[in-house]
């Protein structure tokens, strides 16, 4: 049994993604309606940020909104986007404190317009902070990601199609691919989360449901990474 206590804080994945699920199913199980358990979502979502960024950890993608959360009910996708505009806007000092740089991956034109400002206000204030970087997936899609990829290439260089021309043009190509990526709610799927980028993740999936999610659960996960045995599709060396 992986323990928390273990983990190697010298061999730290680089960069860790969460599909953070499970929140509908936290509050069923407890008699509540759906959008409790987005705003118990997003507390779990500030405590990873803040063991993340205490762990030494350099970047850490958050599956916020997909491309396909649009056809959850209108409530549903109102309620989720006022979290998400009420954190960005209440959490700076938070972020300032902890040297945490905000970036966002998907397509900023499908958010709603007030959502898309506060990202770039918010990107824009943290990005000299040089502590843990927090990718926030909003309207986020991993097939549509690439797409805006091709599309930038194609009408920027005419140029030739390659796997390091597509890479460069992705959201942030900066930001190294994901060395783990951790899904809660015990589901086997990637649901379209960072296609291009975790071709050679590894994968962790937690049955605890997103809310329940807690720092030596990370802890555990790391652990778990670390005794992975990474092959990049070659031979062990
Ligand atoms: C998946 O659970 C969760 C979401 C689609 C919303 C996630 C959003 C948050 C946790 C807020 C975080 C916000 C920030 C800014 C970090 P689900 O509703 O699919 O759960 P279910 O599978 O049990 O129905």
Redesign the pocket.
Known sequence: MPHEADYDNLHLPSHIGII???????A?QRNMI?TQ??LE??K???KMVKAASDMGISYLS?????TE?WKRTADEVGF?MG??KT??RGEFDFYRENHIRIRHTGDPAGLPAEIAGELIKVCEDTRNFQGLTVV?ALNYGGRDEIVRAVRRLTAKDGGEITEETIRRHLDNPDIPDPDLIIRT?GEFRTSNFLLWESAYAEYIISPK??PDWTEDDLKSAIYEYQGRERKFGGIPV
């Open positions: 953070m699920d499970g929140n509908g199913r936290w069923r759906r358990g987005h979502g997003l779990t979502a500030k958050l599956y916020v909104f997909s959360n989720i979290l998400v954190h960005l926030l709610g449901l997103w």
